[in-house]
T-cell receptor
Framework: SQTIHQWPATLVQPVGSPLSLECTVE??????LYWYRQAAGRGLQLLFYSVGIGQISSEVPQNLSASRPQDRQFILSSKKLLLSDSGFYLC?????????????FGPGTRLTVL | AQTVTQSQPEMSVQEAETVTLSCTYD???????LFWYKQPPSRQMILVIR??????QNATENRFSVNFQKAAKSFSLKISDSQLGDAAMYFCAYRPLQFSQGGSEKLVFGKGTKLTVNP
């Protein structure tokens, strides 16, 4: 069966510090991968998605970036965090193929920028 | 652009009773998928139910069922025999069948409804 992992689970970082959040998927190959952010009291906002290694598309311009160094690894990064980067970050995957359906979500990372 | 609206920020229900959560969406597409996700206090998003727009029959999953009104662009979730474990944020989501040029299978989410189940 497929599983998705995210770490760390929680993170407190000062403004201006770098960020690296990691997401890995097990039990599947060539998944589509997604990074979402959920701000307090709001729905999920898609940040990045990837359909393959090294292929990253950005949905919202900001100081975050994403990379996919391996097929089942997706990394969210920032060189300098802003207060507005605080939130709950969710990684998700979906099976490759035009008839794929829902996305499967990881446990999330709560980021607090002070 | 597609949008999803959940007009009820919060709802409450008595244990064992039935509750309906509302969702409307705006799209010019004819083929798409609709989903309800549940986010309990643990924050992990869990798929509750999905509906293909080309299917007229409403989807059901045990105590969860939907009322899909395509012409009205409405997709409500009914929870029967509510249980304490149903307490969570519920998100309605939309995904077009035809993908964008980039191949994204982007889900568009509503802002959620917080469901409280009273014992």
């Amino acid at each position: 069966s497929q599983t998705i992992h995210q770490w760390p689970a929680t993170l407190v970082q000062p403004v201006g510090s770098p960020l690296s959040l990691e997401c890995t998927v097990e039990g599947t190959s060539n998944p589509n991968l997604y990074w979402y952010r959920q701000a307090a009291g709001r729905g999920l906002q898609l940040l990045f998605y990837s359909v393959g290694i090294g292929q990253i598309s950005s949905e919202v311009p900001q100081n975050l970036s994403a990379s996919r160094p391996q097929d089942r690894q997706f990394i969210l990064s920032s060189k300098k965090l802003l207060l507005s980067d605080s939130g709950f970050y969710l990684c998700a995957w979906s099976p490759l193929g035009s008839r794929s359906f829902e996305q499967f979500f990881g446990p999330g990372t709560r980021l607090t920028v002070l | 652009a597609q949008t999803v609206t959940q007009s009820q920020p919060e709802m409450s229900v008595q244990e064992a009773e039935t509750v309906t959560l509302s969702c409307t969406y705006d799209t010019s597409e004819s083929d798409y998928y609709l989903f309800w996700y549940k986010q309990p206090p643990s924050r992990q998003m869990i798929l509750v139910i999905r509906q293909e727009a080309y299917k007229q029959q409403n989807a059901t999953e045990n105590r969860f069922s939907v009322n899909f009104q395509k012409a009205a662009k409405s997709f409500s979730l009914k929870i029967s025999d509510s249980q304490l474990g149903d307490a969570a944020m519920y998100f309605c989501a939309y995904r077009p069948l035809q993908f964008s040029q980039g191949g994204s299978e982007k889900l568009v989410f509503g802002k959620g409804t917080k469901l409280t189940v009273n014992p």
